[in-house]
């Protein structure tokens, strides 16, 4: 079914949703709606849960900043491209969303939350067009399909767990100029097989809180990238 969003009313349509007022509260979506439109004259998404059939969003050159919890939260998205403007991506924005198979992240990112992207078990790549600051803690934990992780050049801190139960996981690129919580990217049972890491030889402190979290039989250190 399509929906247009108009001075807080649903308006039932055809098959998408439209936002026409600067409030863009998705509360109402039901499972039947495929396609979500939010156009130039929105300025910001309300706290939501979107359908689960949501298949398509368009950003029509918005205004919105920020990505607020539960957004697209179990939606049947398969590739979603945060579009440039976005700052920050609040928790579980897209948490459970299992079709989405590659996340686009724009250069204006700045901060994505704990819990960002986590339990997302088609997700098999990221890429990072800019550095946000920070990724917070479990970003991408239970990302059961990702397996070749390259952070930005830019990035500040990483929370803990980040990486946590992401069994596919085999290569991870952190550049230099990252704090790397003490609490271990990998959670509490850590890797369940070796991982690789590609950093910058002035990240051997930090690198080091890893491999004393989990031992050198599960993380394998390259010093390979630039400082």
Wanted: glycine letters at 8%; charged letters at 20%; a neutral charge.
């Amino acid at each position: 079914r399509i929906f247009n969003y108009i001075s807080g009313a649903l308006i039932p349509a055809l098959s998408e949703i439209s936002f026409y007022n600067m409030l863009a509260d998705t509360s109402n979506l039901s499972g039947e709606t495929y396609r979500l439109v939010v156009p130039e004259l929105a300025n910001s998404i309300g706290y939501s849960v979107a359908a689960s059939g949501l298949r398509e969003i368009t950003f029509s050159g918005t205004k919105i900043e920020i990505l607020p919890s539960d957004f697209l939260r179990y939606s049947s998205l398969k590739e979603l491209t945060i579009p440039e403007g976005i700052v920050a991506i609040q928790r579980r924005c897209a948490t459970g969303s299992n079709s989405i198979h590659n996340i686009t992240l724009p250069k204006s990112l700045r901060f994505l939350a704990g819990h960002s992207f986590s339990m997302l078990g088609e997700l098999m790549s990221v890429k990072f067009l800019g550095a946000p600051e920070i990724i917070g803690d479990s970003a991408f934990a239970h990302d059961r399909l990702l397996n070749n992780v390259e952070l930005p050049k830019g990035l500040m801190y990483l929370g803990k767990s980040v990486f946590e139960g992401c069994i596919g996981l085999t290569s991870l690129t952190i550049p230099s100029g990252v704090t790397i919580a003490k609490q271990g990217l990998f959670g509490l049972d850590g890797p369940n097989k070796t991982i690789t890491i590609h950093t910058a030889k002035s990240m051997e402190s930090e690198v080091n809180k890893i491999i004393k979290h989990y031992g050198n039989d599960v993380i394998r250190v390259v010093y390979d990238q630039p400082e």
